[in-house]
Nanobody, 119 residues
Framework: QVQLVESGGGLVQAGGSLRLSCVAS????????MGWYRQAPGKQRELVAT???????NYADSVKGRFTISRDNAKSIVYLQMNSLKPEDTAVYYC?????????????WGQGTQVTVSS
């Protein structure tokens, strides 16, 4: 009922910047919060940042002050601006949508986009 497509990953040197985008399609009117998660090799997937329809944001401590999440509700796009990147930010980044109706509550995930930060 919802499809998520991420873009914007790549290879960047430490200290550099990248901007990730995630476009949602389908029943986007039922999407509540959207967010970004990441998974590094050998590690569990972890929250990076979330934003709800009102614009309230939440960040992992490790990215506070460096990453900014934003959202265009009209276009159903969520962005993640990543500045001052560190090698430990290297991971596959996944877009997430919290889909809710009166009858259904489920999470949707994108296919992931690789971010690699070289030292």
């Amino acid at each position: 009922q919802v499809q998520l497509v991420e873009s914007g990953g790549g290879l960047v040197q430490a200290g550099g910047s990248l901007r990730l985008s995630c476009v949602a399609s389908g029943r986007t009117v039922s999407i509540n919060a959207m967010g970004w998660y990441r998974q590094a090799p050998g590690k569990q997937r972890e929250l990076v940042a979330t934003i709800n329809r009102s614009g309230t944001t939440n960040y992992a401590d490790s990215v506070k002050g460096r990453f900014t999440i934003s959202r265009d509700n009209a276009k159903s796009i969520v962005y993640l601006q990543m500045n001052s990147l560190k090698p430990e930010d290297t991971a596959v980044y996944y877009c997430n949508a919290d889909f809710r109706t009166l009858a259904i509550s489920r999470q949707y995930w994108g296919q992931g986009t690789q971010v690699t930060v070289s030292s």
